[in-house]
């Protein structure tokens, strides 16, 4: 049976995800933006919270678990390499662990840049993988702790997943995304498809999330630094496919 995926938007512009296994009953929330947010989204479905799995630890991430945590008695399972920068944390996680939730197996991969200990939740029974602030639509997270060579690391272990993997991202932030991605590759087809259908569902508040890894490889430049077309804009052809990157995310910050 399949997990029951449950999206609901949190904060400002933060998305907070639900999983379900209805075999065993078990949920985790990814991430705990906010305590009231995710309480709500669990109340909305009939679910009781056995789970936290944490991304990383800024406080748009975190900020609900210690209320949760309370109140359930969930088990809140984070990244190793920020422990001690996480209040609550039961167990912790690193590259390659395989954690048990309900009947399926959650592959953790580490995924440096936006924060030196972020990591992505992978699930391949379900083709679906959780990635925080570091995959985003059309996007990929600021680059506060880490390099831009481990970012781009990072994003490339992504790439490598399965292309009809579904992607969650802990923001919505894929029409600046979109704009952006079309200043770095204005003729891209697929982009410019894409961005009408993001509009589209924008107008009506409707999330743009989850997206693929495959429609990813087809828009997000920031998956896309080898590709000719854009290097020759950047007045990079041939470089290093990640400083090609550094270059985007750098126009990127400055827009
Ligand atoms: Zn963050
Ligand atoms: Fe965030």
């Known amino acids: 049976m399949p997990l029951d995926i449950h999206l609901f938007p949190c904060l400002d512009d933060n998305y907070g995800v639900l999983i379900h296994d209805p075999a065993t009953g078990a949920t985790a929330s990814i991430d705990a933006p906010d305590a009231d947010d995710v ?5 909305e479905k009939g679910w009781t919270l056995t789970h936290i799995l944490v991304t990383h630890h ?18 809140v399972i984070g990244p190793k390499g920020e422990a001690q920068k996480i209040t609550g944390i039961d167990e912790t996680v690193a590259e390659g662990d395989t ?3 309900g009947k399926a197996d959650v592959h953790v991969i580490e995924t440096p840049g936006h924060t030196l200990g ?5 699930i391949p029974s379900n083709a679906v993988a959780f990635a925080g602030d570091t995959l985003f639509a059309m996007g990929c997270g600021r680059i506060f702790e880490g390099t831009p060579e481990m970012m781009y690391a990072s994003l490339q272990k992504l790439a490598a997943l ?8 802990g923001h919505e932030y894929t029409l600046s995304n979109g704009r952006f991605a079309l200043t770095i590759e204005p003729e891209n087809a697929a982009l410019k498809k894409r961005m009408a259908e993001v509009e589209a569902l924008r107008v009506e508040h409707k999330p743009t999330l ?12 920031f998956l896309r630094a080898h590709v000719p077309a854009i290097q020759e804009r950047l ?6 496919a990640w400083q090609v990157f550094a270059e985007i995310r750098e126009r990127k910050n400055r827009g």
């Open 39 to 43: 309480r709500a989204a669990l109340a």
């Open 58 to 75: 800024h406080h748009d991430h975190v900020g609900g678990i210690q209320e949760l945590k309370s109140e359930t008695g969930c088990k």
């Open 99 to 101: 954690l048990n939730f």
């Open 118 to 122: 972020h990591v992505t939740y992978y």
């Open 162 to 169: 399965p292309g009809d993997t579904r992607v969650y991202c």
């Open 210 to 221: 989850p997206t693929t890894i495959a429609a990813e490889l087809a828009t997000n430049p």
């Open 235 to 240: 007045k990079m052809t041939g470089a290093p």
